[in-house]
């Protein structure tokens, strides 16, 4: 089991650094999509603050609650894409034949067909994410040592639901609109606090679409430690990643090759 893991991490960092190397052959392209995003995600930071500057509180959380909410949303946004820069077209590669050419080599099909791209601006949301920590006033080596835990957590439970959405495309096909409503779904309400919804929103929020283990959970704990809720957030993620591996590979039975096969170095 750990000699699959090493294995595994290796082969991400492999990619990782193919990757970075091939982004950075054009050093302004890449500091100006990086920057880019950091200005974006900026704008609606800047919206907030002038909520804020009108009430104390919304839903429970005041204006460094939702600091560290967005900041925690964007690194896990960011960490998914620059790992796994292909997983929103897992579904395509299925429907068109092209998972064949990721079949034929010994690694895990997974991970070497979504970590097989680098989507360059998700290194501008990784880095917002340290930005707001840094803004939200919370200097001290545990935050930043926690901050980065929920990141990674919530890049894996993020990457999970990715994962099974794009592993329905075995069951029935052109799944796309679905999937990007889900996505879309998922990724705006990473950004509210948890406290606006009804009890009705909190039960998908930690089921369907589980924003409430990647996100609201995270900031509950760096609004008050608990040992106990860390180590929820932690067995979710795994629990998901399990069950997106054990649908994926389930689906694979199903999966009809096309011939199509390209060379991947």
């Given amino acids: 089991m750990l000699m699959a893991v090493r294995r595994h991490l290796k082969l991400i960092l492999v990619y990782m650094k193919y990757n970075l190397k091939s982004s950075m052959e054009y050093k302004a392209s890449f500091l100006i999509q990086i920057f880019g995003m950091i ?4 704008s609606f930071l ?14 429970g959380y005041g204006f460094s609650d939702v600091i560290i909410l967005w900041g925690l949303a964007s690194s896990s946004f960011g960490l998914t894409y620059i790992l796994f820069g292909n997983l929103r077209e897992l579904s395509e590669f299925i429907i068109s034949g092209r998972l064949d050419s990721y079949l034929i080599q010994p690694v895990d099909v997974v991970l070497n067909a979504a970590a097989s791209k680098m989507e360059v601006s998700a290194w501008g949301d990784l880095a917002y994410g340290y930005i707001l920590l840094f803004l939200s006033g919370r200097y001290s080596l545990i935050d930043f040592i926690l901050f980065t835990l929920f990141t990674i957590t919530g890049a894996i439970i993020y990457f999970s639901m990715l994962l099974i959405l794009n592993s329905l495309a075995f069951y029935f096909g052109n ?10 779904f998922f990724i705006s309400f990473s950004t509210y606090p948890e406290g606006i919804l009804n009890k009705y929103f909190k039960f998908i929020f930690y089921s369907v679409v589980p924003v409430g283990f990647s996100i609201y959970l995270p900031v509950s704990i760096f609004k008050s430690f608990s040992l106990k809720d860390t180590i929820i957030v932690i067995i979710s993620a795994i629990v998901f990643l399990a069950l997106s591996y054990k649908t994926f590979y389930a689906g694979l039975k199903r999966y009809e090759s096309a011939n199509l096969l390209e060379a991947k170095i």
């Fill in 175 to 184: 799944v796309d609109s679905t999937k990007r409503a889900v996505d879309s």
């Fill in 39 to 42: 200005l974006n995600n900026g």
């Fill in 46 to 59: 800047i919206f907030w603050w002038v909520i804020y500057k009108n009430v104390n509180k919304i839903g």
